[in-house]
């Protein structure tokens, strides 16, 4: 029987009076990239930063390896994150910054899986020079860096492949492959369908805080042909568009 890693129980979550997630229910098992897709607006980060414990949600609960998640709990250890942008230290060099967010924690340095994860992140003697002069994508790239080191059972990912040309989206994609194939599970949110379409096993479609479809790709993607044409019939933005 494959282990549930990524659990989430009638999540719920509202800000103000608003709800930008209603009732969210999702399951990533071992071995599974399981693409989170929506609208923006669909709730896509909220879920996610639930699923971290960094946000509180108002009704449900969320597991990770099978235990409970709160801000700081042991098990996010286990985890890979990219979440909200980098949090990085301008005036520090890219390896600084690394074994910074590595070594905040007590941890021993280097970490198991550095090699693998400066050679997915690409940036050469970059990665000796001070993050100021970083573009947005060896920012990404670093911070990738950042959540793949650690040698993780889980993967997060909101948008990993912002700012990543052709290339780098295309080694990120086989980075990510590979993990699942050891055991790894994968939860990725992103606007790249054709991308999506050549990464994902699962995917999950949420639309107002609510989930709309969630499967293995080849149900959902059935007779559409594409996972783009199957997902804008499901979330019904080009009805949307058409109706402006």
């Known amino acids: ?5 990524i659990s989430a129980e009638h999540l719920t979550k509202r800000y103000g009076r608003r709800p930008v997630v209603r009732d969210l229910s999702l399951a990533v098992e071992a071995g599974q990239v399981c693409a989170l897709l929506g609208p923006n607006g669909a709730g896509k980060t909220s879920t996610m930063r639930m699923l971290l414990g960094l946000s509180t949600p108002d009704g449900g ?12 709990a042991p098990v996010l250890r286990r985890v890979g994150v990219l979440i909200d942008g980098p949090a990085l230290v301008p005036h520090l060099s890219g390896r600084a910054n690394l074994r910074l967010l590595w070594s905040a924690a007590g941890r021993h340095w280097p970490p198991p899986g550095l090699d693998a994860a400066l050679e997915l992140a690409g940036l050469g003697d ?50 990510l492959a590979t993990l699942a194939r050891q055991g790894a599970a994968v939860l990725v949110s992103s606007h790249q369908l054709a991308e999506v379409q050549q990464l994902a096993t699962h995917v999950v ?8 479809a969630a499967g293995p790709l080849a149900d959902l993607v059935g007779t559409a042909g594409s996972l783009e044409e199957a997902y804008l019939t499901m979330t019904g933005e080009e009805d949307e568009r058409a109706a402006r």
């Open 1 to 5: 029987m494959t282990a549930t890693m």
């Open 61 to 72: 609960r969320a597991r990770l390896l099978g235990e409970p998640v709160a801000l700081g």
């Open 126 to 175: 970059a990665l000796d020079r001070k993050v100021r002069g970083y573009s947005m994508g060896m920012r990404q790239r670093l911070m990738l860096a950042q959540a793949l080191m650690r040698q993780p059972e889980v993967l997060i990912l909101d948008e990993p492949a912002n700012g990543l040309d052709p290339a780098e989206v295309r080694a990120l994609r086989e980075r």
């Open 205 to 212: 479609v949420l639309r107002h805080g609510r989930l709309v």
